[in-house]
Nanobody, 123 residues
Framework: QVQLVESGGGLVQAGGSLTLSCAASGLTFGSVIMAWFRQAPGKERTFIARIYTSTGNTVYADSVKGRFTISRDNAKNTVYLLMNSLKPEDTAVYSC????????????????WGQGTQLTVSS
């Protein structure tokens, strides 16, 4: 019933920019905390950013702070990840996630996940 669908991935040269989108359906989008994760080949999935519901406050991983911006459009049931100054080490599958639970969000445990979209950054 709940579906998260990422889009916008692709091949980008180092220093370039790209915006990922995640369209949600089957849930009350305005009541969920949304987040972005990424998983590079052979590595564990890691937290990138999250955005809260009522406040719109955001939290970023140190690796992307100052380069990436998470935002949401509740009218469109969509969360975005604006990525600037991309580096080859940003290459990964990027997935969005959702949870209604504040504590689970803090501990990076999310209820719903998208299928992921591939970002490749060339040097």
């Amino acid at each position: 019933q709940v579906q998260l669908v990422e889009s916008g991935g692709g091949l980008v040269q180092a220093g370039g920019s790209l915006t990922l989108s995640c369209a949600a359906s089957g849930l009350t989008f305005g009541s969920v905390i949304m987040a972005w994760f990424r998983q590079a080949p052979g590595k564990e999935r890691t937290f990138i950013a999250r955005i809260y519901t009522s406040t719109g406050n955001t939290v970023y991983a140190d690796s992307v702070k100052g380069r990436f911006t998470i935002s949401r459009d509740n009218a469109k049931n969509t969360v975005y990840l604006l990525m600037n100054s991309l580096k080859p080490e940003d290459t990964a599958v990027y997935s969005c996630a959702a949870t209604n639970n504040f504590l689970n969000a803090i501990s990076h445990r999310y209820t719903y996940w998208g299928q992921g979209t591939q970002l490749t950054v060339s040097s």
